[in-house]
């Protein structure tokens, strides 16, 4: 019989096989790597104006925000946290200016409104992500 695992998360049940036993473990520096990759590659096509039209709504920037300090995370500890935690290390870690966007990010997770004059910030926050993970390699 296979162990069963049980997970509670936002009011939602999964119930299973761990999920450790359906796939090989990923070791660190294969996780940073491809984290690296995926910040110099997509990430770094967003870093500069003019914004993608998607990026506008605040939920998005979130979308942004929230996973540059999960990549930044991961760059530094070598696995990964959820975005609430990811967002407070990068709170504590980054500081000004970006603990206050980080912040804020964390309230626009459900906010759809279009918001362009946080696009600026946005962008220079993921351009430091991507210039954290040139020279993290």
């Given at each position: 019989?296979?162990?069963?695992?049980?997970?509670?998360?936002?009011?939602?049940?999964?119930?299973?096989?761990?999920?450790?036993t359906?796939?090989?473990?990923?070791?660190?520096?294969?996780?940073?790597?491809?984290?690296?990759?995926?910040?110099?590659?997509?990430?770094?096509?967003?870093?500069?104006?003019?914004?993608?039209?998607?990026?506008?709504?605040?939920?998005?920037?979130?979308?942004?925000?929230?996973?540059?300090?999960?990549?930044?995370?991961?760059?530094?500890?070598?696995?990964?946290?959820?975005?609430?935690?990811?967002?407070?290390?990068?709170?504590?870690?980054?500081?000004?200016?970006?603990?206050?966007?980080?912040?804020?990010?964390?309230?626009?997770?459900?906010?759809?409104?279009?918001?362009?004059?946080?696009?600026g910030?946005?962008?220079?926050?993921?351009?430091?992500a991507?210039?954290?993970?040139?020279?993290?390699?």
């Amino acid at each position: 019989m296979l162990d069963r695992w049980i997970a509670r998360e936002h009011g939602l049940v999964v119930a299973g096989p761990h999920p450790s036993t359906l796939i090989d473990p990923i070791g660190t520096k294969t996780l940073q790597a491809a984290v690296r990759k995926l910040l110099l590659s997509f990430w770094a096509g967003l870093s500069s104006w003019p914004a993608p039209a998607w990026l506008r709504p605040r939920s998005d920037q979130a979308f942004a925000v929230l996973s540059m300090c999960r990549a930044l995370y991961c760059l530094e500890h070598g696995k990964v946290v959820s975005k609430p935690a990811a967002a407070a290390w990068a709170i504590q870690r980054l500081g000004p200016p970006w603990a206050e966007l980080v912040d804020q990010a964390l309230g626009w997770r459900a906010d759809h409104r279009p918001d362009d004059e946080s696009l600026g910030a946005t962008l220079g926050l993921v351009a430091d992500a991507v210039a954290r993970a040139r020279t993290a390699g």
